[in-house]
């Protein structure tokens, strides 16, 4: 089986332009959970969802962040307008089951934004 | 509230040395879960180790093994006979259930170098 998998692998951008980080989930896992990776803060969960539904967003920095996930093998974290500050490692994860279950992640998305 | 603290930013040894990396957490909780993930320098996040808090038995994996006591709230990694290849970050992260939102939360991590 696939693992996740993360487009683009690694993304330049100027500021104030858009982006979008995609993923795929391992097929028939339930939960799909976007994280951000940096060295002054670490790994932080930005928003997870549960068959397909935002259960937690608190973890998003602010309104320029949005995420979907259309349905159950697609999502999408967007950046609208990007500043650089936002230069970070995104990493999505899915998980089958619960809590108790290991989440497994993607590669990630190396960002910079000039 | 709950924390994984990792106290050990950098670990260097050279190989076949034994090495033990520290994990302390912290919550009120009487159920939760622990995980171990490693981050070769490729990037990506591996999945080594799931523990629930009801089961103390150490577990052993190869040249991996991993103790948990409750009694210190610790859950320590030790690398046996290491080797190059184990040089990655190594991260804790703690779940808990009846926190809402079930995300995992990770210590800072602790960047193992095995020098040849």
């Known amino acids: 089986d696939a693992g996740v998998i993360q487009s683009p692998r690694h993304e330049v951008t100027e500021m104030g332009q858009e982006v979008t980080l995609r993923c795929k989930p391992i097929?028939?896992?339930?939960?799909l959970f976007w994280y951000r990776q940096t060295m002054m803060r670490g790994l932080e969960l930005l928003i997870y969802?549960?068959?397909?539904?935002?259960?937690?967003d608190s973890g998003m920095p602010e309104d320029r962040f949005s995420a979907k996930m259309p349905n159950a093998s697609f999502s999408t974290l967007k950046i609208q307008p990007s500043e650089p500050r936002d230069s970070a490692v995104y990493f999505c994860?899915?998980?089958?089951?619960?809590?108790?279950?290991?989440?497994?992640f993607g590669p990630g998305t190396r960002l910079t934004v000039t | 509230a709950q924390k994984v603290t990792q106290a050990q930013t950098e670990i260097s040894v050279v190989e076949k040395e034994d090495v033990t990396l520290d994990c302390v957490y912290e919550?009120?909780?009487?159920?939760?879960?622990l995980f171990w993930y490693k981050q070769p320098p490729s990037g990506e996040l591996v999945f080594l180790i799931r523990?629930?808090?009801?089961?103390?038995q150490n577990e052993i994996s190869g040249r991996y093994s991993w103790n948990f006591q409750k009694s210190t709230s610790s859950f320590n990694f030790t690398i046996t006979a290491s080797q190059v290849v184990d040089s990655a970050v190594y991260f804790c992260?703690?779940?808990?259930?009846?926190?809402?939102?079930?995300?995992?939360?990770f210590g800072q991590g602790t960047r193992l170098t095995i020098n040849p």
């Open positions: 919550t009120r909780d009487t159920t939760y879960y």
């Open positions: 994860a899915s998980r089958y089951g619960t809590s108790g279950d290991e989440q497994y």
């Open positions: 097929s028939g896992h339930n939960s």
């Open positions: 523990r629930n808090s009801f089961d103390e």
């Open positions: 992260a703690l779940s808990i259930p009846s926190q809402g939102a079930q995300k995992l939360v």
């Open positions: 969802f549960n068959n397909n539904v935002p259960i937690d």
